[in-house]
């Protein structure tokens, strides 16, 4: 069983068009969230939620909204898609919200054209 | 502000023989540190994790990091390199209270020739 699956895996649109990736663990973890790996392999973190609520919003643009339905799950919503927008995005679950351990999912490879 | 340096983009390494990944951090504290591995088109993988307990940490995989204060430095290392040791290695550090907000390194990417 994958502990912390992402659908799709890989995804191609065009420019200003909306998409949303999906994400679930099954770890019974209470903090969830994003990162952008960007096309040199830099990771940066998005949005944290912890039991549903938000508690790390980096500046990211509006376009992106994350959406946590229940703890096990936290969606993201990417409208108008950008060129920039082209990354491998990667949620993440952890035990604990203060101890630095995350369980990655494989990632999900955007990219627009 | 706190931040990591991986010294080397790149290494290669011979299978069996050892392996060094370098890592400098900038804390005004002392931070936790930590190294995580991924593995081509996977997600990524703690290995280790250093909270000012033990100096010299150990990991999955015969991996091991040693936390120097004195050199500001948080080296991986492991004795024998194996094939399935290629792979990306990230060098990370979090805040005081950051609410795992981790702040990655810019990776260094581990060759491995038999």
């Known amino acids: 069983d994958t502990a912390v699956s992402q659908t799709p895996k890989y995804l191609v649109t065009q420019m200003g068009n909306d998409k949303s990736i999906k994400c679930e663990q099954n770890?019974?973890?209470?903090?969830m969230y994003w990162y952008k790996q960007d096309s040199k392999k830099f990771l940066k973190i998005m949005f944290s939620?912890?039991?549903?609520?938000?508690?790390i919003n980096e500046t990211v643009p509006n376009r992106f909204s994350p959406k946590s339905p229940d703890k096990a799950h936290l969606n993201l919503h990417i409208n108008s898609l950008e060129l920039g927008d082209s990354a491998v995005y990667f949620c993440?679950?952890?035990?604990?919200?203060?101890?630095?351990?995350?369980?990655f999912g494989e990632g999900s490879r955007l990219t627009v054209l | 502000a706190q931040s990591v340096t991986q010294l080397d983009s790149h290494v290669s390494v011979s299978e069996g023989t050892p392996v060094l990944l370098r890592c400098n951090y900038s804390?005004?504290?002392?931070?936790?540190l930590f190294w995580y591995v991924q593995h081509p088109n996977k997600g990524l993988q703690l290995l280790l994790k250093y909270t000012s307990a033990a100096t010299l940490v150990k990991g999955i995989n015969g991996f091991e990091a040693e936390f120097k204060k004195s050199e500001t430095s948080f080296h991986l290392t492991k004795p024998s390199a194996h094939m399935s040791d290629a792979a990306e290695y990230f060098c990370?550090?979090?805040?005081?209270?950051?609410?795992?907000?981790?702040?990655f390194g810019a990776g260094t990417r581990l060759a491995v020739h038999p």
């Open positions: 804390s005004s504290y002392s931070p936790s």
């Open positions: 993440a679950s952890s035990p604990r919200p203060l101890d630095g351990e995350l369980f």
């Open positions: 939620y912890n039991n549903k609520e938000l508690i």
């Open positions: 770890l019974g973890h209470d903090t």
């Open positions: 990370v550090v979090m805040p005081l209270g950051g609410y795992n907000k981790l702040i």
